[in-house]
Every structure is written in structure tokens, then in C-alpha cells.
């Protein structure tokens, strides 16, 4: 943890690519502080690192950084948020779809299909109709991630979520998709 004030930015960035490989939760204020970090590869590794920690308090730092100036901290800290999955941290990246920015919409649809949440499933369809072909490809994609990823014991319910918003969408967008999705397994 020490490593985290290094002078140098690579050892701040391997002291927090560390941190997170060894499950060290006790990191988890340091990794937070290392999120403003004035280097913003630092901060991606802060980030990842948290990620693989997948503590909610955590949570309030990332959400702050979905507005940092560099456009890869900001993916990190929504991917980070999905595979944390608290209900703040998926409030945070489904508010993110509604943004102006079609680089931050595309952001949070890609990162919702790391989530995992049924939750997640409406927005997402919404998003297939969105005026940004990045958009929609990114939502089409964590559409079939959710789908892919989901635990045992949701994978019914998210299948049958998906399936019955995508049926009532716009078919020309979506017919193709809901062909899949009715005929797969």
C-alpha cells in the first residue's frame, strides 16, 4: 500500500494492480484515494483493482469518476460499478443511458452487461432504438452478455425479461434478436 504514494507512476500503478490480485480489502481506502490520482493510469489500475476486490464502499469514488476528463478511466470506473452491482452503483450507470453524451450512453451500455441484474434488462432494450449505432451495438452486445453471464438461479428470469421487452419493441429492430433468443437454450 505503500507503493500507492511511490513517486514514480508505474509502481503506483503496480502497487494497485497488486492489491487487487492478492484480494487485499484492507487496500480498498487507499485504492479509493489512488482514484484521484493525478496520472490517469493510475487511476485505471485503481479502478480494475477494486474490481477485483468488489467492495460497495467503493462505490461513491466510482460513481465520481464516470466523469473523469479521460474517456478509459471513465469505462474502467463503469465496468467496475457493474461488477459490484450494488443498487447504487446500477442506478448510477442506468442514469448514464440518459446522458447527452453519446460516448457516455455507450459507456453505460456497455458495462450493464457485466451487471448481471434484471434490472438492467428494459434500459437496455430501450437503448436498441437509441440515435448511436455504438449504442446500440453496445447494448445489443450486454444483452447477450447478460444473457450469457447470468447466475443459475436468474438465468430464467433475465431470458424471459429479455424476451418479452424485445418483443415489444420495435420489431425491425430487434426481430433478429428475439428469433435467437425464442429458439436458443
Request: hydrophobic fraction near 45%.
Amino acid at each position: 500500500m505503500k507503493a500507492l504514494d511511490a513517486d514514480v507512476p508505474e509502481l503506483r500503478m503496480a502497487a494497485a494492480s497488486a492489491l487487487g490480485k492478492l484480494g487485499e480489502t484492507s487496500a480498498v481506502p487507499a485504492l479509493v484515494d489512488a482514484l484521484t490520482d493525478e496520472n490517469p493510469n493510475v487511476r485505471i489500475r485503481a479502478a480494475a483493482a477494486l474490481a477485483q476486490l468488489d467492495h460497495p464502499k467503493a462505490v461513491p469514488a466510482l460513481i465520481e469518476r464516470l466523469s473523469d476528463p479521460n474517456g478509459e478511466v471513465r469505462m474502467e470506473a463503469a465496468v467496475t460499478l457493474a461488477s459490484i452491482g450494488t443498487d447504487q452503483a446500477l442506478a448510477a450507470l442506468l442514469d448514464m443511458l440518459d446522458d447527452d453524451n453519446t460516448s457516455i450512453r455507450r459507456i453505460a451500455a456497455s458495462s450493464l452487461g457485466e451487471a448481471g441484474a434484471v434490472q438492467a434488462v428494459q434500459p437496455l432494450t430501450d437503448a436498441l432504438t437509441d440515435p448511436s449505432s455504438a449504442v446500440r451495438s453496445a447494448a445489443v452486445f450486454s444483452i447477450i452478455e447478460l444473457l450469457s453471464n447470468a447466475p443459475t438461479q436468474q438465468s430464467h428470469q433475465i431470458r424471459d425479461t429479455v424476451v418479452s421487452e424485445l418483443e415489444n419493441s420495435d420489431r425491425a429492430t430487434v426481430q433478429p434478436l428475439v428469433e435467437i433468443l425464442v429458439e436458443s437454450t
